[in-house]
């Protein structure tokens, strides 16, 4: 009832210009005539086509029977259409499904950033073994001093160097050279040589403090190529998501295109009725209202498609304004006959999970079924076992767990106490450079000790250990987590795959109802037992059923892979074992495509943005002050002229 209302309402807004133009001219608004389309209808009733297919030919798709501005009235036809819309489909560049995930994994900016990231990790690694690189000193030294009235002596000049190592097992190495004369002869030099060594025997004594940086840097590094890894996956499922979507939209558009074919001969037929006598002209007014909608239907669908292009562009850093193409395969719903004396049925095999268009002559199935729809399945345990073995957010929560290990390792070794073993050795000699003999004059000096710290409670050390405790099991509820939602993406997926193979078989079953409905809708209105809103309704839900196939059918590829980025097999684009320069994945554009879709301009920076430019000095801008008054160092006269007169600036 609310459709018919709808229906009506539209009915009186279309006919309203054009029963108001019948009553200027003939004074009568019974005396309305629809203006004529097409060829001249006979007059003889018997002259008037039984049917809509009698009226029509085979006509050109809706986007080219007419250039923007031409024709009758206001179509889809008329709004200009987005390049990839409005040009055939053989213009632009053609990209399959592989070439565009080729691209997006090349160009894609949001990766590009993630390739940034991950390069971070190796800075990281190499940042943590440079503490085990030995440390050089060296430096020259002249001293002098002069009293008032007296001339300056030959001062004095001191070479030093040295060098200091340090072992994962908290071993420090210090050693001291310096040499000091002053004249050039030796015989006035003064030489130090000194080696000492510390080695912790309690706390900070092992490798769970001293690689502890090393460990937590390689295991980050791991999360990163794994992070890099997870963001292919995912931008291989978005390429694939928007692909399908626009092929969606190709397909969607063809139906409404057909849709608006099959009114536009099903309005030039019911003018010819009434014309004849044969249906009123309510009947006339609901196949133009009919007609609009459908247009109106395919301006929409133009539209959602010049958007899925565009986001296909833009995930493959084209530039928006380039004409692409894709794979676009029409669906045959079977509607039109292969040839005389040969029907066409939709058959949904539940068995099989295939939804089949098969040609019938004389009541036997005759030459090979064309398949609409081919259900894949899988094993649900297989499914999980691979899920569980190659998820990387499952196996960055364990990696996570290890690194809460090495905190929690290297907070208990705070616990211990700070009990160090040093021993040093120095020698000294007079009258000769460090690098000559022994001339009597050295000394030799040499310490062992042990030194030890003993913070009262070491309350810290035990507060960061109980932190760390924390931490770890924090890690491990989130492991365990991560693999609930393992269980639970693939059990969710799975059931949205089995409920969409069911909606599409049922899918294909309501094409095929609303199919013959159609055909007894018109066959009925042909020999005037119904009116056309029957038609029009028996219309409407075979749009509906097309529509609902072909979202169901896009419903269905997302699913598949979705399920594929659930499982998380690697794709083999990048080295996960961390033993490559991060950043880099695996990408190759097949030889097939000659020419690369252009890409996105760059951003130029303004000269003003440069650092050193002095266009905009930040620092010097004014902050006001809102407790100061403010104050008008000038006024101009026609600033003074607006005041008024009792302002202090004014009387000033």
Known sequence: MTDLIRKLALVAVVAAP???????????????????????????????????????????PVADEQKPGEGKGVGPTEAKPDANVALSDKAG??????????????????????????????IAVREAWAQYYPTFRTGVNHSNSRAVGEEAGDGATTVSGGLTQLSPWGTRLDFDVAETRSRLDTDTGTGRLGVSVTQPLWSGAGTDVGLFAIRSARIGRLISRGNLELDVQQLIFRVRSVYANVIRLIQQRDVNRQAVRSDKAFLDLTIARERAGQVTKLDVFNAEVSLRGRELDLISTERALERAYDDLKRLMDVDLAEVIRVDDEVIDFGEKPAEAGTTRELVSDETSGTVRLITYKD????????????????????VLEEALANRIDLLNSRRNVALSKLQTMLNKDGLGHQIDLSGSFNRTNAGRSVVESDNGGEVNNWTVGINATFPWGKIRDRAAYERALLDL????????????????????????????????LIEGVRVENAKRSVEAAQSRFDRGLTDSFNVIRAGDDLLRAKTNFVSSKLTYVIALAELELRVGKP?????????????????????????????????????EDHPLSKIREYRKDYRPNRNDPVVLDAIDDAVLKRLPDDTEDKKK
């Open 18 to 60: 054009s029963i108001l133009a019948a009553e200027s001219e003939d004074g009568a608004a019974g005396e309305f005539e629809p203006p004529s389309r097409g060829e001249e209808i006979p007059a003889d009733p018997q002259a008037v086509p039984a049917s809509r297919d009698s009226l029509k030919e085979e006509p050109a």
């Open 93 to 122: 560049t053609y990209v399959s499904l592989e070439q565009a995930i080729e691209i997006s994994i090349l160009s894609n900016l949001g990766l590009r950033l993630s390739r940034l990231d991950d390069r971070r990790s190796d």
């Open 363 to 382: 009541g036997q199935p005759v030459g090979e079924p064309k398949i609409l729809f081919q259900a894949t399945r899988y094993d649900e345990k297989v």
């Open 473 to 504: 099991q924090r890690a491990e509820i989130n492991l365990k987590d991560a693999r609930v939602q393992v269980q639970f993406d693939i059990r969710e997926i799975m059931r949205a795959l089995r409920e969409n193979e069911k909606r599409l």
């Open 571 to 607: 794709t083999g684009r990048v080295e996960l074992g961390g033993n490559t320069v991060g950043g880099l994945v695996d990408a190759s554009v097949p030889g097939d495509l000659s020419k690369l879709p252009a890409p996105q301009p760059e951003a130029d920076p303004r000269p």
